[in-house]
């Protein structure tokens, strides 16, 4: 598994460069390669009764984006990397997927996507939306206050969320393939407080002392790695206890695997990774099961 | 026979435009949409002269100028960068990849920042092929 290729999705209100400059630290992990994407939504340039197709303002908009990106590229470019943009009309999801295809991107980077309230009943948002149909890891990377501040380098301290399904081993390569651009690695797993109370006390021991076993196994991968990496063992509800570890361990990133689930299961058994996608301030890797 | 120009360029608007002053001016004008296909295109036409753009879908121009001018049996083809990307951006762009190990290129026959004129761009182009 490697990250030489980034898509960079940005509607201009919620990633600006700075987070883009901030993600350069994954060029220590072989990244050379950011494909822009901008999507102007089809109800901005839609047919108007009496207007039609609003093709000037398709035009302003498109004009819009080429001179940010342009500016944006321009700083890239001077460090040596490679740069394409794409910019279309349409619906963002299905436009982000169609991207990652045609440029074999190896991480899509986008800010919390957000549909409108009634939509959201049910639909779901669109960040949960693309979680469940992309093949390829998406990082969700919001600015950590109303005043647009980044952290300098989110790859630096990860919190590594395993849950020992199918997706925490391809949570654990991705992580190994971060090495050089990543410093510290605090793994966690979260005991649920139902399942130990429904147990005897000497079975809760059995499992704890299973879980630190396991989470000793996936440290030692990581050591050997060069990796400073610590083990945690945290008992509670999931995406409270991965948030709360993230602020204990000064965590600049949280990373964890989905499943790719359908929309009703998502809906109504929910998931911890989507629920941080939707909730933690901190940036948030998700990596699906079926990577490419 | 008519001189070939290859335009690569993504903006539909400006690849009518470039190629409506080439026509004009008695070439043939070729097209491709990005870099890769540009490149495509270069190996299969043999254009007389490659006027790219740099901010494009699937590969840019400043890696097809690099790998253009790189290739033994394409360097010689003249080349004029069109794009809103300046001209000191390209070229400090092509130096940098030097430092990470490539080797150093020359600059292109001619640089045209957007937007452009008509004439300008077709006196460009009679001063590159004559």
Redesign the interface.
Known sequence: MKISKILFVSEFEELWLDALQSLMGLRKAGMNNVVFLHVISKDKVAMRRGAGYLKQEERKLKEIADIRFIDWAETLFEEGMEVVAHIAIGNIVPKILSVTEIEKVDLIVTARLKRAKFEELYAGSETSELLRRADKPVLIYNYLSQSGKVGENPFERLLLGLDWSVSSEKVLDYVLALRGATKRVDIVHVMSEKDVAKISKMEAQKLERNNKKRLDEVCDVLVNEKFDARPHLYIGKVEDQIQKAASEHRTTMIVVGAKRRSIWKEKWSGSAAHSLADTSELPVLIVPTEVK | MAKKVLNVED?A?TRTFVSTVLEENGYLPIMAM??EEGMKKVKKERPDLIILD???????G??MYHELKLDPNLKDIPVAMLS???KR??L??QA??T??GDETVPEPQAYLEKPVEPEDLAETVKKILG
């Open positions: 903006d608007d990005d870099g740099i901010l494009m879908p699937r590969e840019s400043i890696k809103g990307v300046s951006t390209f400090r762009s940098a990849l430092e990470f």
